[in-house]
T-cell receptor
Framework: DAKTTQPNSMESNEEEPVHLPCNHS???????IHWYRQLPSQGPEYVIHGLTSNVNNRMASLAIAEDRKSSTLILHRATLRDAAVYYCILSVNYGQNFVFGPGTRLSVLP | NAGVMQNPRHLVRRRGQEARLRCSPMKGHSHVYWYRQLPEEGLKFMVY????????ESGMPKERFSAEFPKEGPSILRIQQVVRGDSAAYFC????????????FGPGTRLTVT
């Protein structure tokens, strides 16, 4: 299975940008890169996804390296509500199977 | 539009009993995915179903676990003869299409086996 590697934890100050890295050196050409986040005692929530090009939405931006072996989730201005575990996920098998990484626990300091 | 619904939210079973977990996908979604999350770990894919069909069950344990998504009604994840190691949070997700699209997750069912 394609795997992802993320830092176990990161800290950010409120109102500052956050860059969450993810390595996926074994990614194949058809694997999409997804980011989800999970608050305590809740189900994961979709953040963003992409294949090759950088992507932007109202929640975040996704920067994908040219060789696709790494990506970075960018939260432009962290708020206290952004404190969560962020999962970098590869959707293998043409998207029918999400392979969750270990996740990064993001703490946001006021 | 109601989100993905799961019930019960909490389920306690004694060893050897059966556990039935239900998932109602979002309206118009015909693709359902089940995941298991052990304490302090990430989610692990279990099974992917479309209406009346199991598409991918590569993450399902070979024994005691089964899943269905009938033409009418919710998707059911069934665990027979539960053991303590089955204690976990079980999440289902749904999507409107097959492929690498957004999956909408439910709140999960927390199973405790005593």
């Amino acid at each position: 299975d394609a795997k992802t590697t993320q830092p176990n934890s990161m800290e950010s100050n409120e109102e500052e940008p956050v860059h969450l890295p993810c390595n996926h050196s074994t990614i194949s050409g058809t694997d999409y890169i997804h980011w989800y986040r999970q608050l305590p005692s809740q189900g994961p929530e979709y953040v963003i996804h992409g294949l090759t090009s950088n992507v932007n939405n109202r929640m975040a931006s996704l920067a994908i390296a040219e060789d696709r072996k790494s990506s970075t989730l960018i939260l432009h201005r962290a708020t206290l509500r952004d404190a969560a575990v962020y999962y970098c996920i590869l959707s293998v098998n043409y998207g029918q199977n999400f392979v969750f990484g270990p996740g990064t626990r993001l703490s946001v300091l006021p | 539009n109601a989100g993905v619904m799961q019930n019960p939210r909490h389920l306690v079973r004694r060893r050897g009993q059966e556990a039935r977990l239900r998932c109602s996908p979002m309206k118009g979604h015909s693709h359902v995915y089940w995941y298991r999350q052990l304490p302090e770990e990430g989610l692990k894919f279990m099974v992917y179903l479309q209406k009346e069909n199991i598409i991918d069950e590569s993450g399902m344990p070979k024994e005691r676990f089964s899943a269905e998504f009938p033409k009418e009604g919710p998707s059911i994840l069934r665990i027979q003869q539960v053991v303590r190691g089955d204690s976990a949070a079980y999440f289902c997700a749904s999507s409107p299409f097959a492929g690498p699209y957004e999956q909408y997750f439910g709140p999960g069912t927390r199973l405790t086996v005593t």
